[in-house]
């Protein structure tokens, strides 16, 4: 079955630590996204990535990088310089314009 | 700006009542439209889509939904709730003459169906 898959389900991070969100997919999509979702603030666009090798920003990509060295794959890493990193993070990808995202089941992200 | 409103937080409505949903847009050019919910946990589910032609979508789980051109709007719909429909409603948008895979989403509505 094609679909999207984020691991690991729950991420613990230390003071100082920076952690990477994995996402990867066998729909053979070209366009990959990353989402940061906030109770009562539905989703916000961290960073894109329409093509093998380019990124861009999104909305809130402070304390943040990504890589898209694969298609199949678009890790995020949360550095130390996000000071708030508490969320549930939602990998999606998508075919083309006219066409729906695909997300995965994300990934919840705590400080310890 | 390009945007996505959902006007209510939180819908109620009572089992085997209509339940509607609604969504409101500004983008320039033709929108892509687009339904999502998600349940606890879990990542968005697509619902449906209006992309042109028919203004009245039939989507997943005998959800459907009605573009309005001039009042810039695509409500979701369903004429009769279930128990199982109590989620979170994502409204998206994606304008056409945008020369980016961007979407804008609208901040969610939760559907509350009561038994």
């Known amino acids: 079955d094609g679909g999207i898959t984020q691991s690991p389900k729950y991420l613990f991070r230390k003071e100082g630590q920076n952690v990477t969100l994995s996402c990867e997919q066998n729909?053979?999509?070209?366009?990959m996204y990353w989402y940061r979702q906030d109770p009562g603030q539905g989703l916000r666009l961290i960073y894109y990535?329409?093509?093998?090798?380019?990124?861009q920003k999104g909305d809130i990509a402070e304390g943040y990088s990504v890589s898209r060295e694969k298609k199949e794959s678009f890790p995020l890493t949360v550095t130390s310089a996000q000071k708030n990193p508490t969320a549930f993070y939602l990998c999606?990808?998508?075919?083309?314009?006219?066409?729906?995202?695909?997300f995965g089941d994300g990934t919840r992200l705590s400080i310890l | 700006a390009q945007s996505v409103a959902q006007p209510e937080d939180q819908v109620n409505v009572a089992e085997g009542n209509p339940l509607t949903v609604k969504c409101t847009y500004s983008?320039?050019?033709?929108?892509?439209l687009f339904w999502y919910v998600q349940y606890p946990n879990r990542g968005l589910q697509f619902l449906l889509k209006?992309?042109?032609?028919?203004?009245l979508v039939k989507g997943s789980y005998g959800f459907e939904a009605e573009f309005n051109k001039s009042q810039t709007s695509f409500h979701l719909k369903k004429p009769s709730a279930l128990v199982s429909d109590s989620a979170l409603y994502f409204c998206?948008?994606?304008?056409?003459?945008?020369?980016?895979?961007?979407?804008?989403f609208g901040t969610g509505t939760r559907l509350k169906v009561l038994a």
């Open positions: 983008v320039s050019g033709n929108p892509y």
């Open positions: 999606a990808s998508s075919p083309w314009m006219n066409q729906p995202q695909h």
């Open positions: 990535s329409q093509i093998v090798n380019d990124f």
């Open positions: 209006y992309i042109t032609g028919d203004n």
């Open positions: 998206a948008v994606r304008p056409s003459t945008s020369g980016t895979y961007k979407y804008i």
């Open positions: 729909l053979n999509h070209d366009a």
